[in-house]
């Protein structure tokens, strides 16, 4: 498969062979969905708690009497129909990864990179590189290659110039490569990566 290739002006610098394994593999959407799940399940960090009413300090002694006060009886100040006491059903810490081999993985990557060749929302970039660390390069460079909605660019490496520049746009970001995970993938509406990007993809999936 051959790839219009374009410089930051929008203009054509050429083309690119890639990999059909890659990027022109087969949509599968629920295996997506899957990996996506997994990928945010394993950012949260599950940390949440709250006190349940027998371990909310306190509450040993009944706050009234019984009888002739003319208020329900209760027996603790720690019960969770009052401020301060435990928490009905309590959260508690808890691990929400979820396990995804390396196959599936891999497999949900080169789909989602292959479907967004398909639907035109793939622009690679001869090269990405600014002469300052300015926003309104960015911003120029998108509006050079007609783009609409959010933006990822992906790079073989970072550089200091574009991450400093791309982080000032809410809906532009800027990822490595090896690191780019497929919820980025399907997170933005357009993908432009570089012609260097594609190639270290493509001697990581050798």
């Known amino acids: 498969m051959k790839l219009n290739v374009l410089n930051m002006s929008g203009k054509s610098a050429g083309t690119i062979e890639v990999s059909d394994a890659i990027f022109g593999a087969e949509y599968k959407e629920a295996l997506i969905h899957q990996v996506v799940v997994a990928q945010l399940a394993n950012k949260r960090q599950g940390t949440h708690a709250a006190l349940t009413r027998s371990e909310v300090r306190g509450g040993g002694a009944k706050i009234y009497r019984q009888k002739g006060t003319g208020r329900a009886r209760h027996s603790s100040i720690v019960a969770p129909i009052y401020v301060g006491g435990g928490v ?3 959260k508690k810490p808890r691990d929400f990864s979820q396990k995804i081999n390396k196959n599936m993985k ?3 990557f080169y789909s989602a990179l292959s479907e967004k060749i398909r639907q035109n929302e793939l622009t690679v ?4 590189s600014l002469a300052e660390a300015k926003t309104k390069l960015v911003a120029e460079t998108v509006d050079n290659l007609g783009l609409k909605g959010s933006v990822i ?3 073989s490496e970072y550089d200091e110039a574009a991450l400093r520049a791309t982080r000032n746009i809410p809906t532009v970001s800027l990822a490595e490569s090896r690191q780019l995970s497929v919820y980025e993938i ?7 990566i570089t012609a260097d990007a594609i190639k270290k993809i493509e001697e990581e999936a050798k």
């Open 153 to 155: 660019f992906v790079v």
């Open 125 to 128: 970039l001869d090269n990405f």
């Open 186 to 192: 399907v997170s933005h509406k357009n993908v432009v």
């Open 88 to 90: 009905v059903f309590a």
């Open 106 to 108: 891999a497999a949900a």
